[in-house]
């Protein structure tokens, strides 16, 4: 059974940073792409960035030059380093894991981000 376990959400400053934190366990396959997404209460959960196990990256365009995604393989884990937060950032952000070889998405609880002054 797959888990994962997000950590890192908060509340910030506008300008300001946080480092989003997701490890899996009870992967599978080789072939993992893992990502983050978003969700505002009342609006469809939105693909944020993600990574390839090749290390590829996307990007939604409204966080390019702002957020980084990163992943270590040996622990299993997804970094979403976000910078320059603004208001409009706020949400709750969800880690996803794609089993390319199983066929299986997995999602995380999910960590509140809350952008304010």
């Known amino acids: 059974q797959v888990q994962l376990v997000e950590s890192g959400g908060g509340l910030v400053e506008p300008g300001g940073s946080l480092t989003l934190s997701c490890t899996a366990s009870g992967l599978i396959g080789s072939r993992v792409a893992m990502g983050w997404h978003r969700q505002v209460p009342g609006e469809e959960r939105e693909l944020v960035a993600s990574?390839?196990?090749?290390?590829?990256?996307f990007y939604v365009d409204r966080v390019k030059g702002r957020f980084t995604i990163s992943r270590n393989n040996a622990k299993n884990t997804v970094y979403l380093q976000m910078n320059g937060l603004k208001p409009e950032d706020t949400a709750v952000y969800y880690c996803?894991?794609?089993?390319?070889?199983?066929?299986?998405?997995?999602w995380g609880q999910g960590t509140q981000v809350t952008v304010s002054s």
């Open positions: 996803r894991a794609s089993d390319l070889d199983v066929g299986t998405d997995d």
């Open positions: 990574v390839s196990s090749g290390g590829s990256t």
